[in-house]
């Protein structure tokens, strides 16, 4: 879920510029947070993460939301570490459950530790995170993080039984996501908002955003699996097919299939009997269906969701910067 | 950790009965709050703990304590169900890592299902609990219950770090036992006089009598392993030897042992080479250096650390029930 196109516009380092010395507090709040006097494997479960390179867009979020609603404070800090501690135990979780290889390039915390490490590891991020939201003290914040945690959780759970099931929606592919990237982008969002104490409808706009955005950059990484550049994303074209994941492009195209076709996508994603020449006939039925572009155009219409959300909003060079951002995230796919 | 023991006097019965409509009502809740309705498989998980029979010690400690403080409102019961939610998190996440082939003689979930199942539902617990106890809408709630779940989560993985590891003390121990029993219990029954808005003195009270009693609990469980009825424990003597893990028995002898001793304990716990009549020997050395009584008397006096600091709350039938439940962790080794 990294956010790695070559592009000469890269909103989120302008985001990270602008944000300087906010991001330098969040960074400071996060390594004295993941500091454990009982337990020192902690931190270097969690550095190696942490330091990972990731764009920190979540965090951002929630800086980006509170300085353009004029926050003053130094909650926003701590509820920038929050959305990153959670970000960053939900990786160490689903390194456990999806056994993957790598993850930006690197090799993942199970393989140079463990399983043990990461899960209990995983759960100290979680209650640090709990500690970091409770010093703001607002029961607000509290609900919106915790609304998102089940979310979260149960967007994983739903993505387990959803996985090699051909009976898949398009509505339970949208909460998958939202399970994944969107709950947690929309609430980073939303709590610069509600610790800024603005109007509820400018909190409306700001989850609106976070959500449409998480969906948009979602979609748009599951299209560029059925045809991106590896070297963009990470991963490997056709690496979902192969997980057998059901994402837009494939259940647009299942919907659409004749017999045959539901046949092949039996044998291939619900049975996962797989041989050579499968992702090939995989992209031509997708292709026949032309279910890469339907989806393209849903991730697009996300992202116009997110950017018409900002218009509420004050105008200020940060909301430039977040509407830049939701171009952003499906300009790979434009 | 369960408490099954075969003895006449059963308190956390007496409790059950004394506080069944609490109960009732923490079941009810229990079940409405772990239903999902995106992912159905996961009261499918949860029932098989939440309903194995369980003593349900951690809940009855948190109605107990309310009660027994004139408690009146409802938040008891989503506090209840709070570290009933948070248990069976650990519980699952601990069968992920561990590797344990049985727990009270069923087969843990993760056999049932699978690890991934295990971590992602235990998460949506987590969550699930961190909703519960937001709707009290008691910061101070809120701010133990997230320090008992970094207490839990830092002694996890101090316990992996301490496992096979022959330089663990006495201290560490009891910090690893904290976060394994003590935390919750301490947490489960501190939040009890919070709600009830009692004095500070009896909050810290119903602070204190948790974690002894957790920590007697937990020593006497350990010392079990070495001398106990597998039957009455669930678990067979000498688990702990065979998995490396240092308890008191243990970590005492380490402390007494001869140049002769120290290389046996290093053989079979630190690089866990073991052979027939190992555990036999172990039983010797604990023997020798009489560590059983003198973990056995340490188990005692966190039982009366635990009955002492009742003596500041309130006069009521609760307050005798928990006092002898607290002489009832220690019955089975006295």
Same mark, same amino acid.
């Given at each position: 879920m990294s956010l790695d196109i070559e592009t000469s516009v890269k909103p989120h380092e302008r985001l990270a510029a602008s944000l300087a010395d906010d991001l330098a507090a969040v960074d400071a709040l996060i390594r004295e947070k993941m500091a454990s006097e009982h337990a020192p494997r902690i931190p270097e479960v969690t550095a190696h993460l942490v330091d990972a +390179? +990731?764009?920190?867009v979540r965090p951002m979020l929630t800086l980006a939301a509170a300085r353009l609603c004029g926050y003053e404070g130094v909650n926003h800090h701590r509820l920038a570490a929050t959305v990153e501690f959670i970000h960053t135990a939900t990786l160490l979780h689903d390194d456990v459950v999806d056994e993957s290889g790598q993850r930006r390039g690197r090799p993942t915390a199970n393989l140079l530790w463990d399983n043990k490490s990461s899960v209990l590891v995983g759960d100290y991020l979680f209650a640090r995170s709990f500690q970091l939201m409770t010093a703001t003290g607002s029961l607000k914040v509290l609900d919106i993080l915790a609304d998102a945690a089940a979310t979260i959780a149960e967007g994983e759970v739903l993505q387990l039984t959803a996985a090699?099931?051909?009976?898949?929606?398009e509505d339970i592919y949208i909460k998958v996501v939202r399970g994944k990237t969107a709950a947690l982008f929309a609430a980073a969002a939303e709590v610069g908002g509600v610790i800024a104490d603005v109007s509820q409808d400018r909190i409306d706009a700001l989850r609106t955003y976070g959500d449409a955005l998480g969906i948009a950059f979602q979609i748009a990484d599951d299209l560029l699996d059925y045809g991106g550049d590896a070297g963009a994303t990470g991963k490997n074209v056709g690496d979902d097919f192969r997980e057998r994941k059901l994402t837009l492009p494939v259940i647009k195209a299942v919907a659409k299939a004749d017999d045959d076709e539901r046949a092949f996508w039996k044998r291939t994603i619900?049975? +996962?009997d797989q041989q050579d020449g499968d992702l090939e006939q995989a992209l031509a039925l997708i292709a026949k269906h032309g279910t890469m572009e339907t989806t393209r155009a849903q991730a697009l219409e996300w992202s116009a969701t997110a950017k018409t959300a900002?218009?509420?909003?004050?105008?200020h060079p940060l909301r430039d910067m977040l509407r830049d951002l939701a171009d952003y995230v499906v300009a790979r796919i434009s």
């Open positions: +390179g +990731g764009k920190r090699a099931n051909l009976s898949t929606t619900e049975k +996962g900002l218009d509420v909003l004050p105008d």
